[in-house]
């Protein structure tokens, strides 16, 4: 694809962005959770069913809690940042106007999703009685693309950014649609992420058309230089560590004896996928290399042979 063929997705975010077509949801006080068991493995572990069964609504709540905060922090600091520079033609890579416009409807976006999630927060609160234990001041990606801009040469660090947040937007899209189909949890909250998702489709394939654009111009030099720091992104993205800090945190606020609490220490101190191409998040960044054209390049396969099946 090349910048003149780009097509802008206006008429459809007109019609169907949850901006402008989603009454607020209310969280409803039923018995259904708030937040999936699946995705907190601490209130499923043997050490805790054993010990501390009663702080599973208490840990779900906390762990909803920060899944709002790491959903704040990506659309406001990394997605709006990225994007509103796009919109604003202050972006090192120059794209026409149609991909621009198309960029500052996924501010608004990003933007809204922020103040829904935080609604959520509020509406839990207010509902459980439960405020929030001390959350993480950045996520994966905070540490991540720095870490991957920093080892490009300045004419490529524009490049990196986009290519590194086309990437995790392609990942959040495929975790936000595992949570809307959990039934177990409340229906508005499945609601939320199904708006989300609404918004996060057509947001992926944006992304995915833009470093398809740049892709198309990329000389053989610079596209080497991009394939060899992609792993060290990816690697340090799909770290374990800021989730276990917020664990270990959950763990000492509870209201357990100390031999419980120094047994979940120790399980969470050993729970990780590895990075590999068994992460549960791989295939969604693989995915992403395929649609984007990046994995037509020899170099890119090369660079990635690590998580490719």
Known sequence: MNAADYQSFAETWESRATIRTRPRRILENDEKLIYPLSRQPLVLSDTFLRGCPEQRDFALVQTLYKFINDVVIFETEIVDKTARNIAKNRFPVAFPFACRYDAMTVVVDEDYHALVAMDFMQQTIAMTGIAPIELPDE????????????????????VIELICVAIAENTVTGDVAAFAKDDTVKQSIKGLMADHLLDEGRHSGFWSRLVRIYWHTANEDDRQCIAQILPVFIGQYLTHDIQKSFDLRLIASMQISDTARSALNSEVSAMAFPISRHHPLVANIVRFFRSSSLLDSPCIQSALSDYLV
């Open 139 to 158: 996520i994966e990606l905070s540490r991540a693309i720095p870490a991957a801009v920093a080892l490009a040469p300045e004419h490529l660090r524009g």
